[in-house]
């Protein structure tokens, strides 16, 4: 049996199995409570009536057993059992314990009960007084002058067995009512619990609701923010290389013409310097625009991109060697997801390069019903888990994941390297 079988609850249900369950356990314990009272007030009962019917019937059976007037005390006999549901059977017993009188209830008054019996003997007192003869000496030569007393004799025994069965009749039925009681409690603190409940899970459900609505258009901002960013960096990269690059090669190209025209000396050294610094800024222009917006994710998709990428950070000798590679058909996918990996990845490269200290790194791409997965590992220092939420390079990846309802997985350690598994939904109209 699975222990988290609660998980597929609703709200509503679980508010009110938080509320019904322990109204249920004070219900039971209430229920037993009063049961087991009932019951000991049974057996008290049972442990005062038994004993002091049993002496009292003795007592008043004391002239029926010396005078064998066994009718008269088997009426009443009868009579006490008409009288009081609770005794079973009355016996009187000699006193060697054979049965004298028997007198019993209605067949099955038992109901099949625990039945108890209790004794109390049958005593015969003899009062005596020492008589005085003409002599003036007593007639009993043992007795002393002016002796009296009284002798005690037991005769026989009086065996009431009492039956619990009227006495819980009664006390079943103030149960019943004290359940009555406790169950029209019950139901009213369910009721109670279920309106609470209903309330309450209208209002989670509205929060919920809210978060829900909060959340997405957080997610709607970033991807704004984020397309907007990168808008902006295609339309200034776009502007260097229209505008800035061309002017420098127009530079560059007047300057050569200048040295070609001009003879061995000042001027021309300083026109090939001049061509020479235009190239430097020409060829820094060019990296910008990579940089702001790569060419290659237009001309070769994200796969060929990321590639290029990869092969770039192998080739620059920082002591890491990076391997990649990819598996799916990218080259539909939708520009703003594309663009968001290619950054994400960048991210994670130049962080390895940055602090992983690591000798080994892989990228993974995988594209296929409907999801984009990107597997980034190294084998380097790792860091502090609980650094995950203050890194700023970090929170931009989680950010541009959560702007497309993805998840990201980090899993590191000091010294255990560091590996990140993300999923991003891919529209399939975008495939």
Not at 132 to 142: I, M, S, V
Request: hydrophobic content about 45%; overall charge neutral.
């Amino acid at each position: 049996m699975r222990l988290d079988f609660w998980r597929r609850w609703s709200v509503r249900t679980r508010l009110m199995a938080m509320t019904a369950m322990p109204l249920a356990y004070l219900f039971c314990t209430f229920v037993w409570y009063a049961h087991q009272s009932r019951l000991t007030e049974v057996r008290e009962e049972m442990a005062e009536r038994g004993p002091l019917v049993a002496k009292v019937l003795a007592d008043s059976s004391e002239f029926g057993v010396l005078a064998h007037r066994y009718d008269d005390l088997k009426l009443t006999i009868n009579g006490l059992l008409r009288s009081d549901p609770s005794i079973d059977r009355i016996e009187v017993l000699d006193a060697q314990r054979r049965e004298l009188v028997h007198a019993a209830a209605r067949a099955g008054s038992g109901g099949g009960a625990e039945l108890r019996y209790y004794e109390a003997p049958i005593l015969k007192r003899l009062m005596w007084v020492a008589m005085l003869g003409p002599d003036g000496k007593p007639y009993q030569k043992d007795r002393a002058p002016g002796a009296s007393g009284v002798t005690v004799e037991t005769m026989g025994y009086v065996r009431v067995t009492m039956s619990p069965s009227a006495l819980l009749l009664k006390q079943t039925r103030r149960f019943y009512v004290e359940l009555l009681v406790g169950s029209i409690g019950l139901l009213v603190c369910v009721l109670l619990a279920w309106q609470l409940a209903r309330g309450l899970d209208a209002s989670l459900n509205a929060s919920l609701q809210a978060l829900r609505e909060a959340d997405a258009e957080k997610r709607r901002l970033i991807r704004q923010v984020n397309t907007a960013v990168e808008d902006e960096r295609k339309s200034i990269a776009l502007e260097i290389h229209d505008e800035l690059n061309a002017t420098l090669i127009a530079v560059r190209l007047e300057a050569q013409q200048i040295a070609n025209l001009s003879a061995e000396g000042e001027v021309r050294d300083k026109a090939q310097a001049i061509g020479k610094l235009t190239l430097g800024l020409y060829n820094s222009g060019r990296s910008l625009v990579r940089r702001l917006r790569p060419e290659v994710l237009d001309m070769l998709g994200l796969d060929g991109a990321v590639e290029e990428m990869v092969r770039h950070y192998d080739s620059a000798r920082s002591g890491c060697r990076f391997d990649f590679s990819a598996s799916g058909h990218f080259s539909g996918m939708e520009g703003d997801i594309a663009i968001s990996a290619y950054r994400i990845v960048q991210e994670a490269l130049s962080n390895i390069v940055k602090h992983a200290r690591a000798t080994h790194a892989s990228v993974d791409l995988s594209l296929g019903q409907g999801e984009l997965r990107m597997r980034i590992a190294d084998n380097g220092a790792g860091f502090d888990p609980a650094q995950a939420s203050t890194g700023i390079g970090l929170i931009g990846m989680r950010e541009r994941v959560a702007a497309f309802d993805g998840h990201i997985v980090i899993d590191t350690g000091l010294t255990a390297g560091t590996r990140l598994n993300i999923t991003i939904a891919v529209p399939q109209n975008s495939l």
